[in-house]
């Protein structure tokens, strides 16, 4: 399975960007995908997560209400929809997918990853 972030950039705060992360090889290796952030100096964190099929989600309580994840078969294209986007926002986001169905929060829980867009939110 490979993933390739892509949509990252350069946005005043407040803006929106919306990341894409295109997904190859994955037909019974990936149930849920996920969004996760590393900010400089600090640990990879998870932003969002979603069941490749299906309508549940998970968010982290730091997004929610302003990001939205969501995806399309047909392309198997997973996306991050970042909207009211502030300076605490500015990381390399990172996609992933794992293998259960269980759509959590736990980095070490994925299988898969990508290898990051940057996005910089400017005050």
């Known amino acids: 399975v490979q993933l390739q972030a892509s949509g990252g950039g350069l946005v005043q705060a407040g803006g929106s960007l919306r990341l894409s992360c295109a997904v190859s090889?994955?037909?019974?290796?990936?149930?849920?995908m996920g969004w996760f952030r590393q900010a400089p100096g600090k640990e990879r964190e998870f932003v969002a997560s979603k069941r490749w099929v299906g309508g549940i989600t998970l968010y982290a309580d730091s997004v929610k209400g302003r990001f939205t994840i969501s995806n399309d078969n047909a392309k198997n294209t997973v996306f991050l929809q970042m909207n009211s986007l502030k300076p605490e926002d500015t990381a390399i986001y990172f996609c992933?997918?794992?293998?259960?169905?269980?759509?959590?929060?736990?980095?070490?829980?994925?299988?898969?990853w990508g290898q990051g867009t940057l996005v910089t939110v400017s005050s």
């Open positions: 090889g994955r037909t019974g290796s990936s149930n849920v």
């Open positions: 992933a997918v794992k293998k259960d169905w269980y759509a959590g929060p736990a980095v070490s829980e994925y299988d898969y």
